[in-house]
């Protein structure tokens, strides 16, 4: 392991990557802890302690929501406009011939993203300080309208920041620019968890202690499993003459990922999952009756840990789906390999080629997709089984972290395998 650090050390552009994204890292951080002036940060901090859900948005905001920080939402808005494109590609005929042209049109989706950004952190913004105002804890002190302008303008341009980072640090092909800041916003929580679990140390709840880094421990061992396990399709190539040379005539394998999704279904759910109790928390104090007791139901159902994990789970496993649809192709796959004289044994080229691929994707899919769903509600179930709070919180980003981490070693394996290095 030291020789292979010491070979990545010694290119230079693949150090100059590096520590680039290091920098861009720090500087979010930074970010992180610059609050915004007017909000009492020590009563903010006690809203976020006691609310799961919020609890929840602030681990993947990177602790800049308890903070109230220029950089409180994180990259929230960019995801949800991301999903709302990726679902639009689906029905709108026009987006989805955009999507079909390559970089090009790929490149254009991508500007829309993030133009539409701009109005959801404006309105996250918004709601926020809103939220915050009828708290009724003191968090937030009257606002102007000037005021209002200027922290809402702030926070957009964090947002708008963070965006911008995300998508320098993907360009170095380290890994995925908005993976890797959530990545830190996660792994940025743990001393202050640990901390938190110090103090509040009970030695008769040892033994639950013990439990939980055990179910870790596998956990961790079952993501690198899963996120590692594929199938292999055996792949065959005709001979063919060209001139005075035989080509093909080779047996290969096209390798079917069980986690070909990766992390984002997660971050997807979340974005989701956290939606309607925030909207909900806006309208609790409506002088309108049936509005303010329609928000408290909202509320309530997803106070409810059974609820509230039933949906988290659903929307993993749907969004594992909707993802791996969105960048698995099956057909143009069985293009490609009709194109280059390829065919499966046993599978006529062409439609049935396409269409053995999408029934052996779905059935791998339905494992990890299971499986991404039973680790995002993990930490529910601990959390109603002890009173470990301030670990299991923490738990929820377990299969980021070690995801993340497994596709940052598989960007630098490619890298140095590039320049006749041997991976790690």
């Known amino acids: ?3 292979k650090l010491s070979q990545i050390w010694k290119i230079k552009d693949l150090r100059n990557k590096i520590l680039f994204i290091m920098a861009m890292l720090f500087i979010f951080r930074v970010a992180a802890h610059i609050p915004i002036p007017g909000v009492n ?12 859900l919020l609890g929840l948005l602030n681990i993947f905001s990177g602790g800049g929501m308890e903070n109230f920080s220029v950089v409180m939402l994180g990259i929230a808005p960019y995801i949800t406009a991301s999903i709302i494109f990726q679902l639009l590609t689906m029905v709108i005929p026009k987006l989805e011939e955009m999507q079909k042209e390559g970089e090009a049109g790929r490149a254009k989706i991508s500007q829309y993203t993030r133009y539409l950004t701009v109005p959801l952190a404006i309105l996250s913004s918004y709601g926020m300080i ?15 309208a000037f005021q209002l302008v200027v922290t809402i303008a702030t926070i957009t341009g964090g947002t708008i920041f963070l965006m911008w ?12 620019g908005i993976s890797i800041l959530i990545f830190a916003g996660i792994v940025a929580r ?20 013990i439990a939980f880094l055990v179910i870790g421990i596998v956990t961790v061992a079952t993501v690198v499993i899963i996120t590692e396990g594929k199938r292999n399709i ?26 070909q999704a990766g992390v984002i279904p997660i971050i997807f759910a979340v974005s989701i999952v956290l939606f309607p109790p925030m909207i909900a928390q806006f309208f609790i104090n409506s002088p309108t009756v049936w509005m303010s007791g329609a928000a408290a139901w909202v509320v309530d159902m997803f106070a409810n840990q059974l609820f509230y994990g039933a949906m988290y789970f659903t929307l993993v496993v749907a969004f594992t789906y909707f993802y791996t649809a969105i960048i698995f192709h099956p057909t143009q796959i069985a293009e490609n390999l009709q194109k280059q004289g390829g065919f499966i044994p046993g599978i006529r080229p062409g439609t049935p080629t396409s269409d053995f691929l999408s029934y052996v994707s779905n059935r791998i899919i339905l494992g990890g997709a299971l499986f991404l769903g039973s680790v995002a509600i993990l930490p ?3 959390q109603g089984a002890s009173n470990l709070t301030n670990i299991v919180i923490g738990g929820t980003g377990l299969l980021i972290v070690v995801s993340v981490v497994i596709e940052i070693v598989k960007q630098i394996e490619s890298q140095l395998v590039m320049r006749n290095y041997e991976g790690f």
Do not use: C
């Open 380 to 382: 529910n179930i601990i």
């Open 41 to 52: 940060i020590e009563n903010l901090r006690n809203l976020f302690s006691s609310n799961q």
């Open 1 to 3: 392991m030291l020789e």
């Open 234 to 259: 055996p792949v065959s190539y005709a001979k063919r003459i060209r001139g005075m040379k035989m080509y093909g005539g080779v047996d290969t394998h096209l390798p079917l990922r069980v986690n």
């Open 190 to 209: 743990v001393p202050t968890t640990i901390k938190q679990s110090i103090q509040t140390f009970d030695a008769s709840q040892l033994g639950l202690y």
């Open 165 to 176: 980072i995300g998508e320098l640090i993907t360009e170095k092909k380290i890994g995925n």
């Open 130 to 144: 809103t939220f915050l105002r009828q708290s009724g804890q003191g968090i937030v002190d009257e606002m102007g």
